[in-house]
Each structure stands twice: as structure tokens, then as C-alpha cells.
């Protein structure tokens, strides 16, 4: 695959996730190198072809799928300090998503590897010509990038294309008001005329963006009201999770039970803290829709 061109200084090479090349000084930046065998090879050979070299890394998070590759890259690799041991950690990883160690090859994008961090940045940060921008909520310290001379912002994970949305049923996020109010900033930043990019997904601009803005909060919404439905009937995480993921026609599996998991888990705090729901022990812990 090729580099596809956004602007004066910015290219993009697509994939899932994708990853942002941005030229700075005359080297290239590399925002969320991703995963994959040859994943690294593809971008420096590209890289190659604009006749530079990679000065540094950038992740909008520290998921596997993003920062896999980074290690094979001779580049210094930047996180936002939140996200440092998600990174640097197998087991950190892996406790975010599973809450433990997981089975051996259980988890999509499962990377054994620890991923080197060599410098920590702050939301309003600076960084070769990007500004990091607060998009938490997918994880704890999700960051978009603001190329503000090409009118582009990488947008990580903190929103989706339809087709991964379709495919998994429940965007995946830890914090479910604050995946909110990230898109709510986007939405901002796409009404004054952003391309936005996401990690998962085609790059959107206009009104393109704003409806896929809104397709996400739809789904999100969507969720939570069928969970005030569902939990009528008092039922744990798995069953919910599960119930959900059939209403959307999703296929499920062990692999994207598991991923749904965390969102679900994340949605009961939420409802659970408004007072919508309550907790009750019937054979195990169970949630239920909050008597009136």
C-alpha cells in the first residue's frame, strides 16, 4: 500500500489502524505505528520514498494494535503519561481488557512484547509540529494529534467507522461520559472544517464527520437505553454484553464477548452512579434497573 497524500506536510498509510506520517524539520513522524510482521517494514519503505527519515513516534494510546511495531522502528517512541505502563506492559495490557492475565492467543491484537517508552507528553503539548489533544475515554489517556498547517486531526480510537461498529456491536471505551464529551470536541473541531482521522476507519471532513460523530453517539445511547430494557430482568456483565451484541446482529464469539466487556462493564458504572440501576446478589452478582 501507498502513502496518501493530506496536505503540504502530511500523508497517511492506511490500515487498521492507520498511521499518520507527518513531515517536520525534514524527517518524518510516525503517529501509531500499529501491528503486524511487516508492518514497520511498509512504512520505512514509504517513508524512504519521500526521501527522509523517521526522527520519532508518536501513540495516541497504548493498545497493542497501535504500538506493536514500535520496537522495530529506530525511533524514539512518545505516549501521553497516562498510557506510559499500558505500553510498556504485556500484563498492563492485558488487565485493561480482561482483568487479569488472559488466555494465550484469547484477546485480538494479544502482543507478548513490552513496547519502550522514551518520553511522556501532556495534553496541550507540542510535539515535531502536533498538537496532543484530550480525546479520553477509549482509554485513560487517549490522544488525538492536531496538525493545524494541514487541517488534520489523527483521531485514534476515540471514534470509529461504521463497518468496526457494525462488526463488534459496542465501541469499545473505559470511561463512557468521557468517550462522550471526546466526541463532542471532535464534533467542534469537524464543524470548523477538520479532516478527521480515525484509527479504524476513512478519514471524514464536513458533514461526513459530523454524521459519523453522531453515529457513534447514537450507538453508545443506544446501548445504554437497551441495557435500562434488558436489566428489567436481573442479569451479570456476560449475559448483558451478550444480549446486547445479538440486538445488533453481531456475531459472537468468545474473542468479541470478552472485548465487549470492558464497554459493558463501563456503561453499568455510569448507570449505575445516576441511580438507574442497582447491584443484587442472586447467584452471583447481577445489576438491575433501579426501582422507581
Not at 500523508?11 to 514497520?40: C, E, N
Not at 511522556?120 to 493545524?148: C, N, V
Amino acid at each position: 500500500m501507498a502513502l496518501r497524500k493530506l496536505g503540504d506536510s502530511a500523508y497517511l498509510y492506511p490500515g487498521s489502524p492507520s498511521t499518520l506520517v507527518r513531515i517536520f524539520d525534514g524527517r518524518a513522524v510516525l503517529v501509531d505505528p500499529g501491528h503486524g510482521s511487516g508492518r514497520h517494514k511498509d512504512l520505512l519503505r514509504e517513508v524512504r520514498k519521500l526521501g527522509v527519515s523517521v526522527i520519532a513516534q508518536l501513540a495516541t494510546h497504548g493498545h497493542a494494535d497501535h504500538v506493536a511495531v514500535a520496537p522495530r522502528i529506530d525511533a524514539s517512541l512518545y505516549i501521553h503519561r497516562f498510557e506510559f505502563s499500558i505500553a510498556e506492559s504485556p500484563l498492563v495490557r492485558e488487565v485493561l481488557t480482561f482483568g487479569s492475565k488472559a488466555p494465550n492467543g484469547f484477546l485480538a491484537f494479544q502482543f507478548p512484547g513490552e513496547v519502550k517508552v522514551h518520553g511522556l507528553f501532556e495534553w496541550g503539548d507540542e510535539l515535531f509540529g502536533l498538537e496532543a489533544l484530550k480525546l479520553d475515554g477509549h482509554s485513560p489517556g487517549m490522544t488525538g494529534f492536531k496538525d493545524e498547517a494541514d487541517g488534520v486531526i489523527y483521531a485514534g480510537d476515540s471514534f470509529f467507522g461504521e463497518r468496526l461498529i457494525n462488526s463488534v456491536g459496542v465501541p469499545y471505551f473505559v470511561e463512557v461520559d468521557l468517550f462522550r464529551e471526546a466526541m463532542e470536541r471532535l464534533t467542534d473541531y469537524a464543524k470548523a472544517g477538520y479532516l478527521l482521522i480515525p484509527s479504524h476507519g476513512k478519514p471524514v471532513i464536513g458533514d461526513e464527520a459530523i454524521e459519523l460523530l453522531e453515529l457513534n453517539l447514537q450507538r453508545v445511547d443506544g446501548v445504554e437505553n437497551l441495557a435500562l430494557e434488558l436489566l428489567k430482568k436481573p442479569m451479570g456483565v456476560d449475559e448483558l454484553a451478550f444480549r446486547v451484541m445479538k440486538h445488533y446482529g453481531v456475531k459472537v464469539t468468545p474473542g468479541k464477548l470478552a472485548l465487549n466487556l470492558v464497554p459493558i462493564r463501563a456503561l453499568i458504572a455510569g448507570l449505575y452512579n445516576k441511580g438507574l440501576i442497582e447491584a443484587v446478589v442472586e447467584e452471583g452478582l447481577r445489576w438491575r434497573t433501579a426501582k422507581s
